[in-house]
DNA sequence: ATAGTTGCAAAAGTTTTGCATTGTA
DNA sequence: TACAATGCAAAACTTTTGCAACTAT
């Protein structure tokens, strides 16, 4: 996989078919994102590396910007704490190991886990996503 | 099963083996719980439940106690919407429909969901509960 | 008495909203 | 110019903490 085919590489198409514009903020956020590669972000820790980048943009223009981008599905959000939500880049079939002692999140491929049954969705609503979450805590 | 089996109808016991002594507030809410059977309860909602039932106690004691709970392994704290927490009221093994046009809750028996891969936990810890959430919209 | 616990006011976070400003056609 | 979209200050939430008051020996 070279570069050009992460997602945000193509943020410029993305935002345009989410109705986006491609504003100063917006793209230094997407271009952020893409450098950091596969990550769980704060809301908070994007900020911070924002002004790190001499980018001047408020932490509200961070939460707003997130999830437009998560309503494009550039990104997922992850809620396994309480009062914070993480956003993920990987936007691919997969689930997660949450790190009780350190809030921290890690990846599990899709094809790692095997669900073999599921109870039916109930009448009148469709299944959006399954989420696995496999707490786990230092020994 | 009778009430007498219920996990709150033991709170006195509970609390006891916990080391948290029965306070006035801490059995007014437990009975709140008690009586309320298996729900999904937040921390607010249960404090409006107290103001009705004439129960003078704080929201921060409302969310210490909850919190207590949940460590005694009298509650399970569910996390799956943002600046959330939910207090759940069935510990025993089960997962979770999430309906995210109502922001509800509804338990799905461990029976019913068989996961029959996952990966194994990383080198130096060890699982602590497996959340599986099926996140649901209205059609 | 006193050592430990508890309950809550106040503080600390996190997230959302209202609206002046900006950008586009 | 007019119209919609944007970015952020301020507001609204949710949750935690520090400490005075209380409890049980």
Chains 1, 2 share one sequence.
Do not use: W
């Not at 981008?69 to 997660?96: K, M, P, Q």
């Amino acid at each position: 996989m070279t570069s050009m085919d992460r997602p945000f590489s193509r943020v410029l198409d993305r935002l345009k078919d989410a109705g986006l514009r491609p504003t100063r903020q917006r793209l230094a956020l997407a271009k952020l994102l893409a450098e950091a590669g596969d990550c769980h972000m704060t809301a908070e820790q994007l900020h911070a590396q924002s002004q790190g980048a001499g980018i001047r943009v408020s932490l509200a223009t961070v939460y707003n910007t997130l999830h437009q981008f998560t309503e494009a599905g550039i990104l997922r959000e992850i809620v396994v704490d309480a009062g914070r939500s993480y956003f993920d880049t990987n936007v691919s079939d997969h689930h997660h190991f949450f790190f009780e002692d350190s809030s921290q999140l890690q990846d599990i491929d899709g094809a790692s886990v095997t669900i073999s049954s599921l109870p039916q969705a109930p009448e009148g609503t469709s299944v959006k996503r399954v989420d696995v979450v496999i707490r786990v805590k230092q020994d």
